[in-house]
């Protein structure tokens, strides 16, 4: 299986009370990983949104029926326009694949959006992290209780992103 149809299975799996109802995913950072988690969502039946970075993009996501919209990060901070804070909204489930932006120092979609989250939360939130929060074990095994060691910057934002996310 590729990953993006194991994220999709975990994600169908963890979920399945929610799968009465016509499922909803708006995933934040349409990159390598968000898009073939999109793509196979969308295979399984699932509507599907999420943000990407510019309007070529946007439009190029569109055109494979994923309801991409520009999350702005640049300069003036604008978020998400009206129809991606509708699609957010919306959302059944919300999976986070964007990395901290430096300067917000903090996620982005909580950065700009919390608030609108919070008023109609999502039936569940995934944040998609990396393994490199919990820094050198020695070849131990590693999994969600061990201890984070992380001493880079961009793992420690991560970590931080992460607890916002909880």
């Given at each position: 299986?590729?990953?993006a149809q194991?994220?999709?299975?975990?994600?169908c799996?963890?979920?399945?009370?929610?799968?009465?109802?016509?499922?909803r995913v708006?995933i934040v950072?349409?990159?390598?990983?968000g898009?073939?988690?999109a793509r196979?969502?969308r295979d399984m039946?699932?509507?599907?949104?999420?943000t990407?970075?510019?309007?070529d993009?946007a439009a190029?996501?569109?055109?494979?029926?994923?309801?991409?919209?520009?999350?702005?990060?640049?300069?003036?901070?604008?978020?998400?326009?009206?129809g991606?804070?509708?699609?957010?909204?919306s959302a059944t489930?919300?999976?986070?694949?964007?990395?901290?932006?430096?300067?917000?120092?903090?996620d982005?979609l909580?950065?700009?959006h919390?608030?609108q989250l919070?008023a109609?939360?999502?039936e569940?939130a995934?944040?998609?992290?990396?393994?490199?929060v919990?820094?050198d074990?020695?070849?131990e095994?590693v999994?969600?209780a061990?201890?984070?060691?992380?001493s880079?910057?961009?793992?420690?934002?991560?970590l931080?992103?992460?607890?916002e996310?909880l």
């Open positions: 299986m590729r990953v194991c994220v999709a299975l975990l994600l799996l963890g979920l399945a009370e929610a799968l009465h109802a016509a499922p708006f950072g349409l990159g390598y990983v898009t073939h988690l196979t969502a039946g699932w509507s599907v949104a999420g990407c970075r510019s309007a993009k190029a996501l569109q055109a494979a029926g994923i309801a991409a919209h520009v999350l702005d990060l640049d300069d003036s901070y604008g978020g998400l326009d009206s991606g804070l509708v699609a957010l909204t489930h919300v999976v986070c694949t964007m990395p901290p932006v430096a300067d917000l120092d903090r982005p909580l950065a700009l919390r608030t919070l109609d939360p999502p569940w995934g944040y998609l992290s990396t393994t490199s919990y820094g074990h020695e070849g095994w999994d969600e061990a201890e984070t060691r992380s880079s910057p961009g793992s420690r934002s991560r931080a992103a992460e607890r996310w």
